[in-house]
């Protein structure tokens, strides 16, 4: 879970000139962090590309804090990877 942490926050830190301060887990996409909805869009893109973890629309949707992409990413990847062996 580290990595995917300091994955989506550097890309937050690069991508979206967020500052470092801002990444906690509690923190809302939205409101604490800044982002509209065309960021998150472009977030997931990002995370698809670099991950490998494609976020559907629906699971997407219920993502409201930093902590729901983390969980997300980790979820899937997982799931992936249990469909992979």
Do not use: H, W
Not at 16 to 37: N, R, T, V, W
Request: charged share 40%.
């Amino acid at each position: 879970m580290d990595e995917i942490i300091s994955i989506v926050n550097k890309m937050l830190e690069e991508e979206f000139e967020i500052d470092p301060d801002l990444l906690k887990p509690e923190a809302l996409l939205y409101e604490d962090l800044g982002l509209d909805s065309l960021d998150a869009v472009d977030l997931i893109v990002m995370v698809d590309k670099q991950l490998g973890v494609r976020i559907k629309e629906e699971d997407a949707r219920s993502i409201r804090t930093l902590e729901d992409v983390y969980k997300t990413i980790k979820e899937l990847a997982k799931t992936a990877l249990e469909k992979n062996c």
